[in-house]
Protein backbone atom coordinates (compact mmCIF):
# COMPACT_ATOMS: atom_id res chain seq x y z
CA UNK A 1 0.00 0.00 0.00
CA UNK A 2 1.17 3.91 -0.25
CA UNK A 3 0.64 6.16 2.00
CA UNK A 4 2.14 10.02 1.22
CA UNK A 5 3.65 8.70 -1.70
CA UNK A 6 5.77 6.08 0.29
CA UNK A 7 4.89 2.68 -0.51
CA UNK A 8 4.85 0.60 2.86
CA UNK A 9 5.10 -3.65 2.67
CA UNK A 10 2.42 -5.89 4.21
CA UNK A 11 3.35 -7.48 6.62
CA UNK A 12 1.24 -10.49 7.73
CA UNK A 13 1.08 -12.78 11.01
CA UNK A 14 2.95 -16.20 11.18
CA UNK A 15 -0.07 -18.61 10.99
CA UNK A 16 -0.92 -20.16 14.19
CA UNK A 17 -0.32 -23.35 14.70
CA UNK A 18 -3.18 -26.03 13.94
CA UNK A 19 -3.81 -29.69 15.14
CA UNK A 20 -6.35 -30.23 12.08
CA UNK A 21 -4.64 -28.03 8.78
CA UNK A 22 -7.50 -25.80 7.23
CA UNK A 23 -9.79 -26.57 10.06
CA UNK A 24 -11.04 -23.78 13.13
CA UNK A 25 -10.51 -26.55 15.70
CA UNK A 26 -8.78 -26.37 18.18
CA UNK A 27 -6.74 -28.62 20.79
CA UNK A 28 -10.13 -27.76 23.49
CA UNK A 29 -12.72 -28.11 21.48
CA UNK A 30 -11.66 -30.85 20.20
CA UNK A 31 -10.47 -32.73 23.54
CA UNK A 32 -13.74 -31.78 24.90
CA UNK A 33 -15.89 -33.60 21.97
CA UNK A 34 -13.37 -36.70 22.65
CA UNK A 35 -14.02 -36.42 26.22
CA UNK A 36 -17.57 -35.68 26.12
CA UNK A 37 -18.39 -38.81 23.96
CA UNK A 38 -15.98 -41.43 24.74
CA UNK A 39 -15.46 -40.87 28.17
CA UNK A 40 -19.01 -39.34 29.47
CA UNK A 41 -21.42 -40.95 26.76
CA UNK A 42 -22.52 -37.78 25.23
CA UNK A 43 -23.40 -38.51 21.28
CA UNK A 44 -22.45 -35.52 19.43
CA UNK A 45 -26.41 -34.83 18.42
CA UNK A 46 -26.56 -33.64 22.07
CA UNK A 47 -23.70 -31.78 21.65
CA UNK A 48 -24.93 -30.09 18.74
CA UNK A 49 -28.10 -28.51 21.13
CA UNK A 50 -25.72 -28.06 23.92
CA UNK A 51 -23.12 -25.81 21.85
CA UNK A 52 -26.29 -24.37 19.92
CA UNK A 53 -27.75 -23.51 23.13
CA UNK A 54 -24.06 -20.98 23.91
CA UNK A 55 -24.98 -19.53 20.78
CA UNK A 56 -21.98 -21.88 19.15
CA UNK A 57 -23.25 -23.01 15.56
CA UNK A 58 -21.37 -26.35 15.46
CA UNK A 59 -22.76 -29.12 13.95
CA UNK A 60 -22.74 -32.55 14.28
CA UNK A 61 -21.16 -33.46 11.19
CA UNK A 62 -18.59 -31.41 11.24
CA UNK A 63 -17.87 -32.27 14.85
CA UNK A 64 -18.03 -36.06 13.15
CA UNK A 65 -15.32 -35.05 10.69
CA UNK A 66 -13.27 -33.31 13.58
CA UNK A 67 -12.81 -37.05 15.45
CA UNK A 68 -12.33 -39.41 12.24
CA UNK A 69 -9.37 -36.43 11.30
CA UNK A 70 -7.93 -36.14 14.73
CA UNK A 71 -8.02 -40.46 15.04
CA UNK A 72 -6.27 -40.23 11.84
CA UNK A 73 -3.41 -38.16 13.29
CA UNK A 74 -3.42 -39.85 16.86
CA UNK A 75 -3.22 -43.05 15.57
CA UNK A 76 0.14 -43.42 14.02
CA UNK A 77 1.68 -41.30 16.78
CA UNK A 78 -0.13 -43.16 19.77
CA UNK A 79 -2.14 -46.65 18.88
CA UNK A 80 0.34 -47.91 16.75
CA UNK A 81 3.29 -47.67 19.26
CA UNK A 82 0.92 -48.79 21.68
CA UNK A 83 0.33 -51.60 19.55
CA UNK A 84 3.75 -52.56 19.13
CA UNK A 85 4.26 -52.21 23.09
CA UNK A 86 1.44 -54.46 24.17
CA UNK A 87 2.58 -57.58 22.11
CA UNK A 88 5.81 -57.36 23.83
CA UNK A 89 4.03 -57.78 26.89
CA UNK A 90 4.30 -61.12 28.97
CA UNK A 91 0.20 -60.96 29.89
CA UNK A 92 -2.61 -59.89 28.07
CA UNK A 93 -6.12 -59.38 29.03
CA UNK A 94 -9.00 -59.74 26.19
CA UNK A 95 -12.84 -59.07 25.25
CA UNK A 96 -15.11 -58.15 22.79
CA UNK A 97 -18.72 -56.57 22.36
CA UNK A 98 -21.00 -56.01 19.64
CA UNK A 99 -21.11 -52.94 17.80
CA UNK A 100 -23.58 -51.90 15.28
CA UNK A 101 -22.90 -50.04 12.10
CA UNK A 102 -25.08 -48.41 10.02
CA UNK A 103 -23.84 -48.76 6.67
CA UNK A 104 -22.97 -52.36 7.44
CA UNK A 105 -26.00 -53.51 8.69
CA UNK A 106 -25.93 -56.91 7.75
CA UNK A 107 -22.93 -57.63 9.59
CA UNK A 108 -22.92 -58.20 13.16
CA UNK A 109 -19.70 -56.32 13.66
CA UNK A 110 -17.48 -56.08 17.28
CA UNK A 111 -15.15 -54.24 19.25
CA UNK A 112 -12.62 -55.85 21.18
CA UNK A 113 -10.38 -54.98 23.66
CA UNK A 114 -6.67 -56.02 24.71
CA UNK A 115 -5.19 -54.76 28.36
CA UNK A 116 -1.63 -54.65 29.77
CA UNK A 117 -0.83 -53.59 33.07
CA UNK A 118 -2.83 -53.48 36.24
CA UNK A 119 -5.47 -50.64 36.19
CA UNK A 120 -3.77 -48.43 38.49
CA UNK A 121 -7.46 -47.71 39.96
CA UNK A 122 -7.64 -51.45 41.20
CA UNK A 123 -4.24 -51.10 42.83
CA UNK A 124 -0.35 -51.81 41.22
CA UNK A 125 1.49 -55.44 41.48
CA UNK A 126 5.09 -54.49 43.04
CA UNK A 127 7.62 -55.26 40.47
CA UNK A 128 4.85 -55.69 37.58
CA UNK A 129 6.35 -53.40 35.01
CA UNK A 130 4.10 -53.84 32.23
CA UNK A 131 2.39 -50.33 31.05
CA UNK A 132 -1.37 -49.68 31.48
CA UNK A 133 -1.99 -49.83 28.11
CA UNK A 134 -5.72 -50.46 26.85
CA UNK A 135 -6.27 -50.47 23.11
CA UNK A 136 -9.57 -51.04 21.34
CA UNK A 137 -9.79 -52.68 17.41
CA UNK A 138 -12.77 -52.48 15.43
CA UNK A 139 -13.83 -55.85 13.44
CA UNK A 140 -16.58 -56.33 11.19
CA UNK A 141 -17.09 -60.21 13.28
CA UNK A 142 -16.41 -62.12 16.12
CA UNK A 143 -13.69 -65.13 14.46
CA UNK A 144 -10.86 -65.74 16.20
CA UNK A 145 -8.80 -64.75 13.08
CA UNK A 146 -9.87 -61.68 14.20
CA UNK A 147 -7.60 -61.80 17.67
CA UNK A 148 -5.14 -63.81 15.62
CA UNK A 149 -4.33 -61.20 13.26
CA UNK A 150 -4.31 -58.73 15.95
CA UNK A 151 -2.30 -60.19 18.02
CA UNK A 152 0.54 -60.71 15.13
CA UNK A 153 3.40 -58.67 14.92
CA UNK A 154 5.13 -56.38 11.81
CA UNK A 155 7.34 -59.58 11.79
CA UNK A 156 4.07 -61.69 11.23
CA UNK A 157 5.12 -63.62 14.64
CA UNK A 158 1.82 -64.73 16.70
CA UNK A 159 1.92 -63.57 19.96
CA UNK A 160 2.62 -66.22 22.24
CA UNK A 161 2.39 -65.23 26.07
CA UNK A 162 -0.59 -65.21 28.30
CA UNK A 163 -3.73 -64.33 27.32
CA UNK A 164 -6.32 -63.74 30.05
CA UNK A 165 -9.82 -64.19 28.07
CA UNK A 166 -13.20 -65.73 29.17
CA UNK A 167 -14.64 -68.91 27.56
CA UNK A 168 -15.18 -68.30 24.22
CA UNK A 169 -13.96 -70.46 21.79
CA UNK A 170 -12.54 -67.98 19.59
CA UNK A 171 -9.72 -67.56 21.01
CA UNK A 172 -8.84 -71.00 21.39
CA UNK A 173 -6.84 -71.22 18.15
CA UNK A 174 -4.46 -68.45 19.31
CA UNK A 175 -1.11 -70.14 20.02
CA UNK A 176 -0.88 -68.20 23.04
CA UNK A 177 -1.02 -69.69 26.28
CA UNK A 178 -4.78 -69.06 27.64
CA UNK A 179 -6.18 -68.19 30.90
CA UNK A 180 -9.79 -68.25 31.21
CA UNK A 181 -11.52 -66.72 34.13
CA UNK A 182 -12.62 -67.48 37.20
CA UNK A 183 -15.63 -64.92 37.42
CA UNK A 184 -17.33 -66.73 34.31
CA UNK A 185 -17.31 -69.96 36.57
CA UNK A 186 -18.58 -68.27 39.56
CA UNK A 187 -21.31 -66.33 37.58
CA UNK A 188 -22.50 -69.51 36.13
CA UNK A 189 -22.87 -70.84 39.68
CA UNK A 190 -24.49 -68.07 40.14
CA UNK A 191 -27.09 -68.54 37.85
CA UNK A 192 -28.19 -71.61 38.86
CA UNK A 193 -27.91 -70.62 42.52
CA UNK A 194 -30.43 -68.42 41.79
CA UNK A 195 -33.06 -70.73 40.02
CA UNK A 196 -32.66 -72.99 42.99
CA UNK A 197 -33.35 -70.42 45.59
CA UNK A 198 -36.41 -69.62 43.76
CA UNK A 199 -37.82 -73.69 44.38
CA UNK A 200 -35.74 -74.57 47.67
CA UNK A 201 -35.42 -73.06 50.79
CA UNK A 202 -32.03 -75.39 51.33
CA UNK A 203 -28.71 -74.87 50.66
CA UNK A 204 -28.11 -76.38 47.48
CA UNK A 205 -24.40 -77.68 45.58
CA UNK A 206 -24.25 -74.17 43.85
CA UNK A 207 -24.45 -72.53 47.20
CA UNK A 208 -21.05 -74.17 48.21
CA UNK A 209 -19.58 -73.99 44.94
CA UNK A 210 -20.58 -70.07 45.59
CA UNK A 211 -18.60 -70.01 48.92
CA UNK A 212 -15.53 -72.40 47.71
CA UNK A 213 -15.12 -69.59 45.31
CA UNK A 214 -15.40 -66.62 47.48
CA UNK A 215 -12.46 -68.40 49.20
CA UNK A 216 -10.21 -68.10 46.77
CA UNK A 217 -11.02 -64.25 45.78
CA UNK A 218 -10.59 -63.96 49.33
CA UNK A 219 -7.12 -65.12 49.03
CA UNK A 220 -6.69 -62.79 45.89
CA UNK A 221 -7.71 -59.55 47.74
CA UNK A 222 -5.34 -60.21 50.28
CA UNK A 223 -2.34 -60.47 48.21
CA UNK A 224 -3.51 -58.07 45.40
CA UNK A 225 -0.59 -55.70 45.74
CA UNK A 226 1.53 -58.04 46.64
CA UNK A 227 5.13 -58.74 44.77
CA UNK A 228 4.73 -61.16 42.06
CA UNK A 229 6.88 -63.95 43.69
CA UNK A 230 4.41 -63.55 47.24
CA UNK A 231 1.51 -63.78 45.09
CA UNK A 232 3.07 -67.16 43.56
CA UNK A 233 4.03 -68.01 46.82
CA UNK A 234 0.64 -67.72 48.32
CA UNK A 235 -1.25 -69.53 46.13
CA UNK A 236 0.62 -72.81 46.02
CA UNK A 237 0.11 -72.67 50.01
CA UNK A 238 -3.47 -71.59 50.16
CA UNK A 239 -5.03 -71.89 46.76
CA UNK A 240 -4.07 -74.62 44.68
CA UNK A 241 -5.49 -76.70 48.11
CA UNK A 242 -8.86 -74.96 47.69
CA UNK A 243 -8.99 -75.73 43.91
CA UNK A 244 -7.83 -79.62 44.07
CA UNK A 245 -10.76 -80.06 46.84
CA UNK A 246 -13.13 -77.56 44.31
CA UNK A 247 -12.24 -80.22 41.30
CA UNK A 248 -12.36 -82.94 43.35
CA UNK A 249 -15.92 -81.80 44.31
CA UNK A 250 -17.09 -81.03 40.47
CA UNK A 251 -15.78 -84.57 39.20
CA UNK A 252 -18.10 -85.89 42.17
CA UNK A 253 -21.25 -83.88 41.40
CA UNK A 254 -21.25 -83.58 38.15
CA UNK A 255 -22.40 -87.75 37.04
CA UNK A 256 -25.67 -87.02 39.37
CA UNK A 257 -26.70 -83.61 38.07
CA UNK A 258 -28.95 -83.40 34.86
CA UNK A 259 -26.66 -81.79 32.41
CA UNK A 260 -29.51 -79.70 30.40
CA UNK A 261 -30.10 -78.27 34.43
CA UNK A 262 -28.49 -74.89 35.36
CA UNK A 263 -26.08 -76.31 37.77
CA UNK A 264 -25.59 -79.14 34.95
CA UNK A 265 -24.15 -76.29 32.67
CA UNK A 266 -22.23 -74.64 35.76
CA UNK A 267 -20.55 -78.21 36.28
CA UNK A 268 -19.58 -78.79 32.67
CA UNK A 269 -18.55 -75.48 31.96
CA UNK A 270 -16.15 -75.61 35.35
CA UNK A 271 -14.90 -78.98 34.21
CA UNK A 272 -13.99 -77.99 30.18
CA UNK A 273 -12.32 -74.40 31.55
CA UNK A 274 -10.48 -75.75 34.46
CA UNK A 275 -7.12 -76.12 33.30
CA UNK A 276 -7.38 -73.37 31.71
CA UNK A 277 -8.80 -71.72 34.88
CA UNK A 278 -6.22 -72.81 37.10
CA UNK A 279 -3.37 -71.68 35.44
CA UNK A 280 -3.45 -68.26 36.89
CA UNK A 281 -1.55 -70.36 40.01
CA UNK A 282 1.26 -70.70 37.60
CA UNK A 283 2.31 -66.80 37.53
CA UNK A 284 2.00 -63.98 40.38
CA UNK A 285 1.45 -61.97 37.26
CA UNK A 286 -1.99 -63.00 36.47
CA UNK A 287 -5.07 -62.40 38.03
CA UNK A 288 -7.79 -64.92 39.15
CA UNK A 289 -9.89 -63.47 36.61
CA UNK A 290 -10.17 -61.27 33.69
CA UNK A 291 -12.32 -57.89 35.18
CA UNK A 292 -9.32 -55.92 33.85
CA UNK A 293 -10.48 -56.03 30.48
CA UNK A 294 -14.24 -56.37 31.35
CA UNK A 295 -14.02 -52.97 32.72
CA UNK A 296 -12.26 -51.95 29.89
CA UNK A 297 -14.94 -52.46 27.72
CA UNK A 298 -17.71 -51.24 30.31
CA UNK A 299 -17.08 -47.24 28.53
CA UNK A 300 -17.67 -48.32 25.82
CA UNK A 301 -20.99 -50.73 26.63
CA UNK A 302 -22.44 -47.74 28.36
CA UNK A 303 -21.56 -45.21 25.92
CA UNK A 304 -23.15 -47.41 23.19
CA UNK A 305 -26.47 -47.26 25.37
CA UNK A 306 -26.52 -43.71 24.27
CA UNK A 307 -25.03 -43.27 21.25
CA UNK A 308 -26.58 -46.26 19.68
CA UNK A 309 -24.17 -47.24 16.73
CA UNK A 310 -21.32 -46.16 14.21
CA UNK A 311 -22.26 -44.65 11.00
CA UNK A 312 -19.31 -45.87 9.09
CA UNK A 313 -16.40 -48.26 9.61
CA UNK A 314 -14.39 -44.69 9.50
CA UNK A 315 -16.61 -43.67 12.66
CA UNK A 316 -15.79 -47.22 14.15
CA UNK A 317 -12.39 -47.35 13.54
CA UNK A 318 -11.56 -43.74 14.89
CA UNK A 319 -13.97 -44.81 18.13
CA UNK A 320 -11.74 -47.73 18.32
CA UNK A 321 -8.72 -45.56 18.74
CA UNK A 322 -9.67 -42.41 20.94
CA UNK A 323 -11.40 -45.03 23.37
CA UNK A 324 -8.14 -46.36 23.93
CA UNK A 325 -6.87 -42.92 24.14
CA UNK A 326 -9.24 -42.21 26.84
CA UNK A 327 -9.27 -45.11 28.79
CA UNK A 328 -5.34 -45.34 28.00
CA UNK A 329 -5.07 -42.18 30.04
CA UNK A 330 -7.68 -43.21 32.88
CA UNK A 331 -5.75 -46.60 33.54
CA UNK A 332 -2.75 -44.42 34.05
CA UNK A 333 -4.65 -41.81 36.60
CA UNK A 334 -4.37 -38.89 34.42
CA UNK A 335 -7.78 -36.53 33.78
CA UNK A 336 -8.61 -37.65 29.64
CA UNK A 337 -8.86 -34.04 29.01
CA UNK A 338 -5.76 -33.07 29.74
CA UNK A 339 -3.97 -35.70 28.55
CA UNK A 340 -5.47 -34.86 25.54
CA UNK A 341 -4.43 -31.52 25.24
CA UNK A 342 -0.86 -32.27 26.52
CA UNK A 343 -0.54 -34.23 23.70
CA UNK A 344 -2.11 -32.53 20.99
CA UNK A 345 -0.04 -29.09 21.90
CA UNK A 346 3.37 -31.40 21.86
CA UNK A 347 2.10 -32.62 18.06
CA UNK A 348 1.64 -29.15 17.13
CA UNK A 349 5.17 -28.11 18.10
CA UNK A 350 6.40 -30.52 16.76
CA UNK A 351 7.00 -33.23 19.45
CA UNK A 352 5.90 -36.49 18.39
CA UNK A 353 8.28 -38.67 20.09
CA UNK A 354 5.78 -41.86 21.30
CA UNK A 355 7.68 -43.18 24.40
CA UNK A 356 7.36 -39.60 25.53
CA UNK A 357 3.42 -39.73 25.27
CA UNK A 358 3.29 -42.75 26.62
CA UNK A 359 0.45 -42.30 29.49
CA UNK A 360 2.75 -44.03 32.23
CA UNK A 361 5.09 -41.42 31.27
CA UNK A 362 3.70 -38.24 31.18
CA UNK A 363 3.20 -35.90 34.55
CA UNK A 364 0.77 -33.40 34.25
CA UNK A 365 1.17 -32.36 37.91
Not at 31 to 49: D, F, M, N
Not at 80 to 100: C, P, R
Not at 175 to 191: G, N, S, Y
Not at 285 to 304: C, T, Y
Request: aromatic letters at 10%.
Amino acid sequence: CEKNGTKTPIKQAPSVASILPKSYATPSIIAQLITAKYQHGLPLYRQEVIFSQLGIDLCRQTMSDWLIKIANVLHPILYEYWHKLLLQQDVIKADETTLQVIKDDNIKSYMWVYCSGADTRAGNIKGDTAPNIVLYDYQPSRAGKCATDFLRNDNQQDYTGYLQVDGYPGYHQLPATLVVCMAHIRRKFKEADKAQSKNSKKTGKAKWALNHIQKLYRIEEAIKTLPIDERYNIRQEKSVPLLIQFKTWVDKSAPHVLPESLLGKALNYALNQWEKAIRYCDDGRLDIDNNRSERAIKPFVMGRRAWLFSQTANGANASATLYSIVESAKANGLVPYDYLMHVMNKIMHGETVPEQLLPCNVNLS
